[in-house]
């Protein structure tokens, strides 16, 4: 098993000490939420629970303690201290989410680019099966967390589990899907250690002196941005399922490491009650090669069961813009943009979609994109590939009709 | 029983589904886009709102932002928040999610004593969803993301969470925080009594760094561990074909079309 060390290698002193002010009141011991400090006499000292959050400093009545320099508060020491990728791989119900494959893909292009290693870390129960398929995908060690008590994700549990792993191995980079549960567990992880996070990103690089270029959509998908964290460790990214192309499966060999865990008693904050699969079957959105997707264009949300039948002859899924869903046309899981899901099907229709921005952003990759709608000023025919200008209501039966010859 | 002490992060952002391209130049156009309060953080008020109505409540809304995002404060308390805090000062400028997350910790640690924390699941202008598990991170909370339904009872408060595949049903002890979907629930809207008392001068408490008694190096630009490196106007296609004809061609012409492709 891997131990964990006492230090806390990922976050430096962030306060500075003045013993010979200190008169030993220990208000900052009783001030601190986290026992990130303890006074021995008159010798205030930091532990490794300290998180730099300040607050000993703000009630020491004497001064003794103060933010460190600006430069060490910025800067984790030793960046090179830290090496290799560690993916979050993500598992539900005991069937390995495509997006941990995806991201153990990118992640072993990037290793390579740099002559380092790429683990993976899995958390859940009976799973150790599905290390071979992150490692077939490009991991050189997986760690298995295997124990009845991590059976479905708990953020508790899961962020006590995964930082104590982060400390052990000091990653350069952590990769997380851009999941319910990876943004549930991340932005945990990062204020662990005090670090960056980037959200649902796009695109990954990294140049020479080892910067991950995290390049994202934002403003509603209006602007594409590239973040970077250049002085903290590790540096931490979500990536949305389907962004990142998967690769081929490789002939490599990984070694396969468990973890011996054991549940906490703050594991039970939130107890999960029951869950409740959707009524209709799962939406695979990600995983469809068409895609027929409908906006407020429609003009009544019956007139999804014309989708619905286009859908049917081409094999395809529905999709929606925020405006219908938004409508109550239509559920949320159908929904297609910046705040829905990315997709990339090799055909993708707009019916009735004028093209905001932030639907763009969900879409633009797809292969061939074909826009039926009535304006011909409608943004989405700057996007499409093939542009339909007229009424959908009369299009689409058009379409399914000389389809079905 | 004291009634619950339920806080509300908001925030104003632009609104990003109005903002258009200009054909011409390819580029984003930003002048005259409104700025709103954010649509989930406007869920998180209503939840709140709602347990106020069942259990009785004292609802404080928290804002960090330049003194215009007074207006989504005032709006708060036009909904019918009790209290309104603005956090507005230079040196948060240019805050990341983490330091945002750390500033509003520091302003919750001395409003004093709460039960509950209430965040929208996310912002249309960032959409990380991050600030609100990092304002959990610093208080020692234990958190319920993606929330879209909460009752509460004997100081429990049970959660349907909307998730990719499933809900989720979980019970959590107070105190805690939770973020909130935009979900089923009506919106309520803000009463003319409620509304006129918004207005009075006094109602916003404003408070700036020297407030929370933290030292500017660890706050705004200088303390985010990430940073902006580069923006640039997403790739836009350009080789839009529009197919011409009555309706029939069309669809004739597209489907030959998409046959020459094989993607037929």
Not at chain 1, 124 to 145: K, W
Not at chain 1, 276 to 290: F, G, I, R, T, Y
Not at chain 1, 331 to 343: D, I, R, Y
């Amino acid at each position: 098993m891997l131990e964990t060390t006492n230090s806390t290698p990922c976050a430096p002193p962030m306060i500075h000490i003045f013993s010979e002010r200190c008169i030993g009141c220990k208000l900052c011991e009783r001030a601190c939420l986290f026992g990130g400090i303890t006074v021995s006499g008159k010798t205030p000292m930091l532990t490794d629970q300290c998180t730099g959050c300040g607050v000993c400093i703000t009630v020491c009545p004497k001064q003794a303690l103060a933010a460190a320099e600006h430069k060490e508060v910025l800067q984790h020491s030793n960046l090179d201290a830290y090496r290799g990728i560690l993916i979050i791989a993500e598992q539900r119900e005991g069937v390995l989410h495509t997006v941990s494959c995806e991201l153990t893909a990118a992640a072993r292009q990037l290793a390579d680019q740099r002559g380092t290693q790429v683990s993976a870390a899995l958390l859940g129960q009976g799973i150790s099966g599905l290390a071979e398929r992150l490692v077939a995908h490009g991991a050189d060690t997986v760690y298995i967390a295997d124990a009845p008590f991590l059976q479905r994700y708990r953020t508790l549990p899961y962020s006590r589990i995964l930082s104590s792993l982060i400390a052990e191995l000091r990653p350069e980079i952590v990769l997380c899907g851009a999941t319910t549960i990876g943004r549930d567990l991340a932005p945990r992880l990062a204020n662990h250690f005090r670090t960056g996070l980037t959200a649902d990103c796009t695109g990954l690089a990294i140049d020479r002196d080892g910067t991950l270029l995290q390049t994202r959509p934002a403003f509603g998908g209006n602007i594409m941005a590239t973040i970077t964290t250049p002085r903290h460790r590790p540096q931490m990214a979500t990536v949305r399922p389907g962004v990142l192309q998967p690769q081929p499966v490789r002939s490599g060999s990984g070694v396969i490491v468990p973890l011996t865990v054991t549940e906490e008693p703050s594991d039970d904050a939130v107890q999960i009650l029951k869950t409740m699969p959707k009524d209709k079957p799962a939406v695979s959105l990600e995983q469809a090669q068409v895609i027929v997707a409908g906006g407020r264009g429609l003009g009544d949300g019956k007139n999804f069961t014309l989708l619905q039948e286009l859908a049917q002859v081409l094999n395809a899924e529905i999709g929606a813009s925020r405006g219908a869903v938004d409508l109550g046309w239509i559920g949320h899981e159908h929904q297609v943009g910046q705040t829905g899901k990315t997709v990339r099907p090799k055909i993708y229709i707009a019916c009735g979609i004028s093209g905001a921005v932030q639907h763009l952003a969900g879409m633009q990759a797809s292969d061939i994109i074909i826009a039926i709608n009535n304006d011909p000023y409608a943004p989405i025919f700057q996007t499409a590939h093939f542009g339909l200008v007229g009424d959908v209501h009369v299009i689409v039966p058009e379409l399914i009709h000389q389809l079905r010859q | 029983m004291a009634p619950l002490q339920i806080i509300v992060t908001v925030k104003q952002v632009p609104d990003t589904t109005e903002v258009r391209i200009d054909p011409k130049t390819n580029s984003l156009i930003r002048e005259g886009v409104p700025s709103i309060i954010n649509p989930e953080d406007r869920h998180a008020i209503e939840a709140a709102l709602c347990l106020k109505d069942q259990h009785g409540a004292t609802v404080t809304a928290l804002s960090m932002g330049p003194p215009q995002a007074a207006a989504v404060l005032e709006e708060a308390l036009a909904l019918g928040v009790d209290k309104a805090i603005l956090l507005s000062d230079r040196v948060f400028a240019g805050s990341d999610t983490l330091v945002t997350a750390f500033t509003l910790s520091r302003a919750i640690m001395k409003q004093g004593a709460f039960d509950l924390i209430l965040c929208g699941r996310q912002a249309i202008d960032g959409d990380t969803a991050q600030v609100g598990p990092q304002l959990a991170g610093f208080l020692g909370l234990p958190q319920v993301t993606y929330a879209e339904d909460i009752s509460y009872a004997d100081n429990v408060l049970t959660v349907r969470r909307r998730l990719e595949d499933c809900s989720e049903w979980v019970r959590v002890h107070l105190p805690a925080l939770v973020t909130v979907c935009a979900g089923i629930r009506q919106l309520r809207y803000p009463s003319l009594y409620n509304l006129v008392a918004a207005c009075a001068p006094d109602r916003i408490i404003r408070w700036t760094a020297q407030d929370l008694n933290v030292p500017a190096s660890m706050l705004g630009f200088a303390a985010s561990p990430t940073t902006v490196k580069k923006i640039f106007e997403p790739e836009r296609n350009t080789r839009v074909e529009i197919i011409e004809g009555d309706p029939r061609t069309m669809v004739h012409q597209l489907i030959e079309k998409l046959r020459n492709l094989q993607a037929l």
